[in-house]
């Protein structure tokens, strides 16, 4: 039987079923669940989320090169709150995902600092900040699409969260993603990135 554990140390496993049109369909879940599956179909590959969800899918290529990929990464680590961000591709899209909740390191500091505690121990925080990675959930905040498969050109939108349903909005296009991720990178977090439009 095939299982996989996730980065939050969750182990699922793979089960087959059929669904209501007597299609295949394969699902895993944390307790064994129809027929098991002692190998990966042809043609399908596993897929972790940056929030943990595994899921079983069709494979597809990735369009995208490697130097894209890791002009964003590279990006990111940059950023003064690298910790905070996550990057993931797939086929034609490189996203970045933000943390949802505050950095335990800011959340000690504050409550030290409210309770009049002068030192906060760093061991602490490191063991915060590894659960918080561990277990934290990501959202996406902005993504790259690739345009133009000659020219290598992307089209760059953010997340908007005016309405009454989140959404994208377009903030650029037809630029490289070394440039894009440059100049757009920098602003995550901050109050510059909601104006960007």
Same mark, same amino acid.
């Given at each position: 039987m095939?299982?996989?554990? =996730?980065?939050?140390? /969750?182990t699922?496993?793979l089960?087959?079923?059929?669904t209501?049109?007597?299609k295949?369909?394969?699902l895993?879940?944390?307790?064994?669940?129809?027929?098991?599956v002692?190998?990966?179909?042809e043609?399908?590959e596993?897929?972790?989320?940056? =929030?943990? /969800?595994v899921?079983?899918v069709?494979a597809?290529?990735?369009?995208?090169?490697?130097a894209e990929?890791?002009a /964003?990464k590279?990006?990111v680590?940059?950023?003064?709150r690298?910790?905070?961000f996550? /990057?993931?591709a797939?086929?034609?899209?490189?996203t970045?995902?933000?943390?949802?909740?505050e950095?335990?390191r800011d959340?000690m500091?504050?409550?030290?600092?409210?309770?009049?505690?002068?030192?906060?121990?760093e061991?602490q925080?490191a063991?915060?900040?590894?659960e918080?990675v561990a277990?934290? =959930?990501?959202?996406?905040?902005?993504?790259f699409?690739l345009?133009?498969?000659?020219?290598?050109r992307?089209?760059?939108?953010?997340?908007c969260?005016?309405?009454?349903?989140d959404h994208?909005?377009i903030?650029?296009f =037809?630029?490289?993603i070394e440039?894009?991720?440059?100049t757009?990178?920098?602003v995550?977090g901050?109050?510059?990135?909601?104006?960007?439009?």
């Amino acid at each position: 039987m095939i299982t996989y554990t =996730n980065r939050k140390g /969750v182990t699922y496993f793979l089960g087959r079923g059929v669904t209501k049109t007597g299609k295949t369909r394969y699902l895993f879940a944390r307790e064994p669940k129809g027929e098991p599956v002692e190998e990966i179909p042809e043609g399908y590959e596993i897929r972790e989320s940056v =929030n943990g /969800v595994v899921s079983l899918v069709k494979a597809q290529p990735v369009l995208l090169r490697e130097a894209e990929i890791q002009a /964003v990464k590279t990006a990111v680590r940059r950023h003064p709150r690298a910790k905070r961000f996550r /990057v993931e591709a797939r086929a034609r899209q490189i996203t970045v995902y933000e943390r949802e909740r505050e950095d335990p390191r800011d959340v000690m500091r504050e409550i030290a600092a409210r309770w009049g505690i002068p030192t906060l121990y760093e061991e602490q925080l490191a063991g915060f900040e590894t659960e918080e990675v561990a277990r934290g =959930n990501f959202a996406p905040v902005l993504r790259f699409t690739l345009t133009d498969d000659t020219k290598r050109r992307f089209l760059a939108e953010r997340m908007c969260y005016r309405g009454p349903s989140d959404h994208w909005i377009i903030i650029s296009f =037809n630029e490289p993603i070394e440039k894009l991720a440059r100049t757009l990178i920098p602003v995550l977090g901050s109050d510059e990135f909601f104006e960007l439009y």
